[in-house]
């Protein structure tokens, strides 16, 4: 199940290069760790290790521009 999250992203040399934060429902999650990522034809997939000690996969959709939890 994908569950669309407010994101805050870091930008380098290109536009949402990682994502730094997120928000769920009222609650933000600052990003400690990228511990995986993978680029498709449509999405891009980020396995992270946030503050609250738990691991997000976090799809941003590249034909939406969103980005959703995809897994906890």
Do not use: C
């Not at 290069?17 to 400690?32: H, I």
């Not at 511990?35 to 997000?56: E, H, M, P, T």
């Amino acid at each position: 199940m994908q569950v669309p999250v407010t994101i805050q992203t870091y930008s380098g040399y290109k536009a949402d290069e990682r994502p730094s934060s997120f928000m769920l429902g009222e609650q933000t999650f600052r990003v400690m760790e990228i511990l995986d990522r993978w680029y498709g034809v449509d999405a891009n997939y980020f396995k992270v290790a946030a503050d609250d000690s738990r691991v997000y996969l976090l799809r941003h959709d590249l034909n939406a521009d969103q980005w959703e939890l995809d897994a906890e």
